[in-house]
Nanobody, 122 residues
Framework: QVQLVESGGGSVQAGGSLRLSCAAS????????MDWHRQAPGKQRELVAA???????NYADSVKGRFTISRDNAKNTVYLQMNSLKPEDTAVYYC????????????????WGQGTQVTVSS
């Protein structure tokens, strides 16, 4: 069974910082890409940042230069450091992990965490 548990959300003022964490429990399986997505009220879920098992990263234009994604492969944990937060960053943030049977093996599936609320006030 695969489970993802997020933590670190909260309420901050504009210009503040938060650090999100997402720990994956995957039994004996491995993880390829880990992503952070967000969904604001009335809007579609969007990709915020992604990181491969090798450490290659990708960011949405709206967060480049402010957010940093990182991961600890030994702990199956991905982080999202969010600096210079803006009110428009307010959303529920979800992590996603692509789980594989073994490194370089077939995909078992893509799994989501339960989400953590981030609220940025002006």
């Amino acid at each position: 069974q695969v489970q993802l548990v997020e933590s670190g959300g909260g309420s901050v003022q504009a210009g503040g910082s938060l650090r999100l964490s997402c720990a994956a429990s995957t039994s004996s399986f491995s993880i390829n890409t880990m992503d952070w997505h967000r969904q604001a009220p009335g809007k579609q879920r969007e990709l915020v940042a992604a990181i491969t098992s090798g450490g290659n990263t990708n960011y949405a234009d709206s967060v480049k230069g402010r957010f940093t994604i990182s991961r600890d492969n030994a702990k199956n944990t991905v982080y999202l450091q969010m600096n210079s937060l803006k009110p428009e960053d307010t959303a529920v943030y979800y992590c996603n992990a692509e789980v594989v049977v073994s490194p370089g093996g077939g995909i078992l599936g893509k799994y989501w965490g339960q989400g953590t609320q981030v609220t940025v006030s002006s």
